[in-house]
């Protein structure tokens, strides 16, 4: 018969054949109904006897056991291809995915979940700053970090976020500016003698994201009501495997079956390879009122790129039709800044081509910023701007959802006559436009 087992013992047996004693714990209940066990084994009693103390002490602190075995490398793989793709637009993924794949794996991959520490933090931050990136990259793996862990807290393989005992590094000021007056004045005018100039007055004079320029589409413009809706933003999304693991191939873009990482339910439209539209940052279309100058300009713009090839009807659009890219968007406006004395020719150079110690070059942002700056010194109620240049606020209300009214009309009406020597239209043409 066996030895009756002693008190304060619980769930303490010896497996005689290996020579080994397991400890062994109710956990809950799976999805099945089926009861729930953890166990642990040490050589000893009093060794096993510890460990299960250990266990029933996590389960009292956490409800749950933390998982000692999975590693971040594989928590993050996870936490990538389930809840970051269910959950984050394209780009937002995209971002996401980077700084597990450069930053995250490479510093504490192999470590423990469960045992991470407050320096393991610090540790992946300090190695962006090692690779002399900006405090807003060591921000970014902060934050990735937290969201991470959070998840990891609620499937219950950790007991608490241990991100939230690291201060997140601060940025300083906003690398986002805005131009001057006489700066954006200059901007206007070199846009003016470019075929594709409009671009760039969509910039300056709705304070459109480059995503939402770059994806606007011709079905977007209403010359009769002098409104332009912004209902698009250009992005790129990450292709995954469709094979289900068939395929011999490493790359997930060379799997034959390939397929975009989409969220479940996001309206989206594929136009060249990674290259999709997909809402704006604020999951729904706006409308603002065309400034008289800019929807003229517009419709010279419509005249002179009609025989363009256009599959995918863009408003702007490469030579041959295709999208044209964040990167290239970005070539094209250092050049814009160049031509119109903004900037250095150093400034115009790609990033890694530079002298060291070149001031930053303003990105297309700047201009968005400028609007919206501008906007607020005429004196225009913030909800309007808000709702002018697309800012997501809980200070906007419904009703201003499609910027069509007086208030709206009379700010852009304000705008233009803050930049009527660059845009050459006189402010009696403006406002018989808008009556």
Request: glycine share 10%.
């Amino acid at each position: 018969m066996p030895k009756k087992r002693g008190a304060g013992e619980g769930g303490l047996y010896q497996l005689k054949g290996r020579g080994l004693w397991r400890g062994v714990i109710d956990v809950g209940y799976g999805p099945d109904g089926r009861r729930k066990q953890k166990s642990v084994t040490a050589k000893t009693q009093a060794a096993a006897r510890a460990k299960l103390d250990a266990l029933k002490v996590e389960m009292k602190q956490y409800g749950a056991p933390l998982d000692n075995a999975r590693t971040v490398e594989s928590w993050a793989t996870h936490w990538l291809d389930t809840v970051c793709r269910n959950n984050l637009k394209p780009r937002a993924l995209a971002s996401y995915q980077s700084v597990v794949r450069v930053w995250i794996i490479p510093t504490i991959g192999k470590k423990r979940i469960s045992l991470l520490k407050p320096s393991d933090v610090r540790a992946v931050m300090q190695a962006a700053i090692d690779a002399n990136r900006g405090p807003a990259t060591a921000e970014k793996i902060h934050t990735v970090l937290s969201s991470m862990l959070e998840s990891a807290r609620l499937d219950g393989l950790i007991g608490r976020n241990i991100v939230g005992d690291v201060k997140a590094p601060s940025t300083g000021e906003s690398s986002r500016g805005s131009f001057s007056t006489e700066d954006a004045l200059r901007i206007l005018e070199a846009a003016a003698s470019l075929v594709d100039g409009t671009r760039w007055w969509a910039a300056l004079l709705a304070g459109m994201r480059q995503g939402e320029r770059l994806g606007a589409t011709l079905d977007s413009l209403d010359f009769n009501n002098h409104r332009f809706t912004v209902q698009w933003s250009l992005t790129e999304a990450t292709f995954e495997h469709g094979c289900g693991g068939t395929c011999t191939v490493k790359r997930a873009g060379s799997c034959p079956q390939r397929r975009l990482m989409i969220k479940p339910g996001l309206r989206h439209k594929q136009l060249d390879g990674r290259l999709v539209l997909v809402p704006p940052k604020s999951g729904k279309p706006r409308t603002f009122p065309m400034l008289p100058q800019l929807e003229q300009a517009m419709k010279r713009y419509l005249e002179a790129t009609a025989d363009v090839p256009n599959p995918h009807g863009l408003i702007w659009r490469n030579s041959d039709g295709s999208p044209i890219t964040a990167g290239q968007d970005q070539a094209a406006w250092r050049d814009l800044l160049l031509t119109a004395g903004v900037i250095t020719a150093e400034q115009a150079k790609p990033l890694g081509e530079r002298e060291t110690g070149t001031p930053s070059t303003p990105t297309t942002h700047w201009s968005r910023h400028t609007t919206a700056t501008v906007l607020m010194e005429l004196g225009v109620d913030a909800r309007i701007v808000g709702e002018i240049v697309g800012h997501a606020s809980t200070r906007v209300t419904h009703g201003y959802q499609h910027v069509s009214s007086e208030a709206a009309r009379a700010a852009m009406t304000a705008l233009g006559s803050h930049y009527a020597k660059a845009l050459g239209a006189p402010m009696s043409e403006v406002e018989s436009m808008f009556d």
